[in-house]
């Protein structure tokens, strides 16, 4: 092909086999540079079908610098927040790339190739990441492929789907498992001759043998797991029929050539052997039969030890970290009285998530609203207890790949009607912190609770004059400050956590701290201390709210997750200034803690001094309070904190 791109390394929109680009990895992918590597070394054994690589660059010229960046955004904001709030993402994803298409010089070559009589079609388009079929992972599944197709505009639409695959929400997590961060569009997308095959399946070869797996067709469905094959365990004593000792001797070949054991897909017509990729073995070969359903189901909290079905995986970490610490305070809570919530752990693949007899009696009862962890990369994912089925399926790829295992966390969310934080006092009183907007909205500081001080629980005569709030009783505020107090004896400095929901409070979580408690009244103080600086004021961003509610900060120390672009240019201001500032912001945002240690102090409109940023600013002695801004404050007045009190002199020199 001659046309090329008018833009980076002019390589050619299409690139064949023959090419010595095509054989570079980070042109036309790991796919389409393995099969370019072997494709003249087959020695009349078999053939690589006609087939052209659409290179990298073409996709991120198609994008152009809106949509790249917009992606780039996105990704690195799923990366930053620990995978939260993946039920939306394909929504954003598709509002990003809904209108991608084939750049027309692009299409023209497109165009050419397939009306060229060598090349007739009907035609596979298949995904060649730079991320796929590497000798660590593979990444099989993850991204699409698209067979018998018959017209250029069938053709065109699956080079797009192809490159909207590697954004497709279980594509963005697996890389972010597998440590890879960068958002950068790193796909491209090879254009091939169908084979109309009698038989087809794939070849693994492991030391001195080969498991040739087949079955009558094209192969698409044997790939994905969906279809039985028929299997050939051969070794050097083995006698294997045609043509599976072809298949066998090809795929021993092609691991000599390549110095490692390898993957292949192959298809067998008429016309002999064809070769459709060839890939690194990424696992040890088994010849197991591929397993069947599953779906095993444990309490979350209360299993002594875990059945033989479950295998912890990549939920380990964040399994032992919810149970250690929850099951114990749960325990004691449920020994007095107190509501709890428990939750499952659960391993399944996708034919046991189909499968009807085998899913638990309480799965298919689900209602309202439940907590999903997929591991430390997607963490407290809170969704409908009815779009379960349909975020698992998406973002652990179980229609392609339905008999891998995966474990996750399941928890209902118990939103409820209200939400309130206590903390037991030295004199025997409870303070109590409580808002119609939930627990989430007071930990994470997005919004102003109202404070209560609960009697000590031998005060009758106080009890009896207090006017319990809306929607709580006074019976149930006299257990939660009981409880308070029991739990504070085994764990002190703790916070609990609670939310009122169907008539009666529901015990959530705990946290515990050295510090001291202030009160957050306005102009008082959330943490001791006097500060100055230059005064930074902070807009009312979404991207406040939003970081905040990942699970990415905690009283116990920060997740281990990339920093988000909004805290990233946030630093890079603060590093500008000649000293640290005085940040100034609506509300006390947990996200607001990645500041801590480059700031002199923080000034709230509103806050809560049992929110999770008020404890950490108390721990690190930063000085933060409640007060009004002056209406004419501006960025740079110098800002005092003194123990509760804002004081603005003139302008700072920044």
């Not at 890879?180 to 997308?189: F, G, H, K, L, N």
């Not at 399946?201 to 044997?222: K, M, Y």
């Not at 240019?569 to 945002?589: F, G, H, K, N, W």
């Amino acid at each position: 092909m001659n046309t090329t791109n008018p833009v980076g390394k002019q390589l050619p929109l299409l690139i064949e086999l023959s090419s010595p680009a095509g054989r570079d990895r980070a042109v036309t992918g790991a796919k389409f540079a393995n099969l370019a590597s072997v494709a003249d070394r087959l020695d009349g054994h078999a053939a690589v079908p006609h087939a052209v690589s659409i290179p990298t660059s073409a996709f991120t010229d198609a994008l152009g610098p809106s949509r790249a960046a917009a992606l780039a955004e996105l990704f690195h904001e799923v990366a930053a927040t620990a995978g939260n709030e993946l039920i939306n993402l394909d929504t954003r994803l598709a509002a990003i790339l809904e209108s991608l298409t084939l750049p027309s010089a692009l299409w023209r070559a497109l165009a050419n190739w397939c009306a060229d009589a060598s090349n007739n079609g009907p035609w596979a388009v298949r995904s060649s990441s730079l991320v796929e079929d590497g000798t660590a992972r593979s990444h099989a599944g993850l991204y699409e492929s698209y067979l018998h197709l018959m017209t250029l505009a069938e053709a065109a639409e699956a080079v797009t789907a192809c490159w909207a695959s590697f954004y497709s929400p279980r594509a963005i997590l697996a890389r972010l498992r597998a440590g890879d961060t960068d958002p950068s569009p790193r796909i491209a997308v090879i254009v091939q001759q169908m084979v109309d095959a009698d038989l087809a399946g794939v070849a693994f070869t492991q030391e001195d043998r080969t498991l040739v797996c087949a079955t009558v067709g094209t192969g698409e469905h044997l790939v994905s797991g969906l279809t039985a094959a028929h299997r050939y365990d051969i070794t050097g004593q083995s006698a294997p029929p045609p043509p599976y000792d072809q298949i066998a001797y090809l795929a021993g070949e092609l691991r000599n050539h390549l110095g490692h054991e390898v993957d292949i897909e192959w298809a067998w017509h008429p016309g002999g052997l064809r070769l459709l990729q060839v890939r690194p073995v990424t696992a040890a070969l088994t010849v197991a039969t591929p397993a069947g359903p599953v779906f095993a189901a444990t309490s979350l909290y209360y299993s002594e030890q875990l059945p033989a079905g479950i295998a912890l995986g990549d939920c380990a970490e964040v399994y032992l970290s919810v149970t250690t610490k929850r099951s114990p305070a749960f325990g004691l809570a449920s020994r007095h009285g107190v509501t709890v919530d428990d939750g499952w752990l659960i391993t399944l693949n996708g034919t046991g998530l189909n499968d009807p007899g085998l899913r638990p009696q309480w799965w298919d009862e689900l209602t309202g609203e439940v907590i999903v962890d997929l591991g430390p990369s997607a963490r407290q994912n809170i969704l409908s207890a009815t779009d379960l089925e349909r975020f698992l399926s998406t973002v652990l790829n179980l229609q392609c790949d339905p008999h891998t295992r995966h474990t996750i966390l399941l928890r209902p969310f118990v939103r409820g009607t209200s939400g309130a934080v206590t903390r037991a006092n030295a004199d025997g009183s409870t303070t109590m912190e409580h808002s119609a907007e939930g627990l989430l909205a007071i930990n994470r500081g997005l919004t102003s609770p109202s404070s209560l001080r609960l009697p000590a629980v031998d005060d009758a005569q106080s009890w009896a004059a207090l006017d319990p709030p809306a929607p709580w009783h006074l019976d149930q505020l006299q257990q939660v400050a009981a409880f308070t107090h029991i739990l504070t004896e085994l764990y002190p400095g703790t916070y609990l956590e609670w939310v009122h929901e169907e008539q009666e409070p529901h015990f959530i979580d705990y946290s515990t701290t050295d510090t001291n408690r202030a009160s957050s009244w306005p102009g008082s103080t959330l943490s001791t201390g006097t500060a100055r600086g230059p005064l930074l004021m902070l807009p009312d961003d979404e991207a406040l709210t939003r970081l905040s509610i990942a699970p990415i900060v905690s009283i116990n120390g920060d997740a281990d997750v990339p920093e988000s672009h909004y805290i990233t240019c946030l630093l890079e201001r603060i590093t500008q200034l000649s000293t640290p500032p005085i940040v100034y912001a609506d509300r006390p945002y947990v996200i607001l803690s990645r500041l801590i240690g480059h700031v002199a102090g923080f000034v709230f409109a509103g806050g809560s001094d049992l929110c999770h940023l008020a404890i950490l600013l108390r721990e690190d002695h930063v000085p933060a309070i409640v007060a009004d801004l002056p209406a004419e404050a501006v960025d740079g007045h110098l800002a005092v904190v003194d123990n509760g009190r804002l004081h603005l002199k003139a302008h700072a020199r920044t």
